[in-house]
């Protein structure tokens, strides 16, 4: 196998990989009835090496999206954006809305706060990065997708490589200073669509503290924790601090380390880790067309740095959505 960790010994489920350093394609899950413990573990296993496993055609529904994900541990929910008597979108405070669909079931218009604020999902981001406590896993499940050669494709980006292969002098700089980032929402909307978002001054809100370098627990391997939502190094210099964000994000990106998932039908079930990789939605000539029906769980990670700097006390910041 080219260029991966050890040959796994798995005997339920069936890997095919995807690109040279990370990304699977797991077959051989049955989604009719409880998924069996063993092939979970084995699941598990497989995201501790590839860090992204695509499964097609899971033919799971809302619920059994939500039960599924609860075995990954503590679900993360949509209170802190539920203001102003803003209703939920989908039956759990669970799922999180990845898609382009507005409260009356139109594709959302282009000039509407919240396809200005899905701009910000097409920059490289870690879920979640912004919560005191970050996310370990993602579940995104297809329920509709726009029809073929329109995009809506999502990519993700191997931050373990990107650590590995980090160049001497950029290595030998974060090493020495170990860097916490502090991440915001707010900085990765007004990245996304910065006209649309000029008011909105992300230095107003509380920011998350994340190391910049952390050990990816389930492989051992350490990895880059940067991202979109990263607004500056604690301690540095403001030009200091975005250059070696920009080298960062740049090093992480390259397109060795990058790879793009597409969607081929509903039912198609992505799961990703976001403490080891980046991902960012592809947008695409479907946007303002076509329907994109795309809901997400997101994990609350249980590694020893899960609040990373942060208070446990600290609460996450949400976002006022008014359309
Ligand atoms: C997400 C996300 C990308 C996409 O759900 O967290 O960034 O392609 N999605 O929808
Ligand atoms: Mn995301």
């Not at 541990?73 to 999180?96: A, H, M, Q, S, W």
């Not at 969607?263 to 592809?282: S, Y």
Request: glycine share 8%; charged share 25%.
């Amino acid at each position: 196998m080219p260029g991966l960790l050890t040959e796994p010994d798995f005997k339920h489920i069936t890997v095919k990989e995807l690109h040279p350093t990370f990304v699977a394609e797991i077959q051989g899950v049955d989604f009719s009835t409880p998924v069996d413990p063993e092939v979970f573990s084995e699941i598990k296993e497989a995201l501790a090496i590839y860090g992204v496993c695509v499964i097609r055609s899971t033919g799971l529904d809302d619920t059994r999206h939500v039960e599924f994900s609860r075995l990954f541990g503590d679900l993360d929910d949509i209170k802190p954006y539920l203001t102003g008597g803003r209703k939920p979108k989908f039956p759990y405070l669970e799922l999180f809305d990845a898609g382009n669909i507005d409260d009356n079931g139109e594709v959302v218009k282009l000039d509407s706060q919240r396809a200005h604020y899905n701009k910000g999902n097409t920059l490289w981001h870690i879920d979640s990065s912004f919560n005191p406590r970050r996310a370990s896993y993602s579940l995104l499940l297809a329920h509709t997708i726009p029809p073929p050669g329109t995009g809506g494709s999502t990519f993700f980006a191997d931050t373990r490589h990107a650590y590995s292969t980090l160049p001497s002098p950029l290595k030998h700089q974060l090493e020495s200073n170990n860097y916490t980032a502090a991440h915001s929402l707010f900085h990765s909307r007004k990245l996304g669509s910065p006209a649309y978002f000029a008011d909105l001054d992300p230095t107003q809100h509380k920011m998350a503290l994340h190391k910049v370098i952390q050990k990816h627990e389930p492989s051992g391997r350490m990895n880059l924790y940067v991202g979109a939502h990263a607004h500056h190094l604690v301690g540095v210099g403001d030009e200091e601090s975005k250059r070696l964000l920009k080298e960062c994000m740049e090093w992480a990106t390259r397109e060795e380390g990058v790879c793009e998932v597409e969607w081929e039908q509903e039912g198609d079930l992505v799961i990703w880790d976001n403490r080891c990789v980046m991902h960012r939605a592809g947008g695409g000539s479907f946007e303002g067309l076509w329907k994109r029906d795309m809901r997400r769980t997101t994990v609350h990670d249980d590694s020893s740095t899960a609040w990373g700097e942060n208070d446990r006390r600290d609460v996450k910041v949400g976002f006022n959505m008014t359309s």
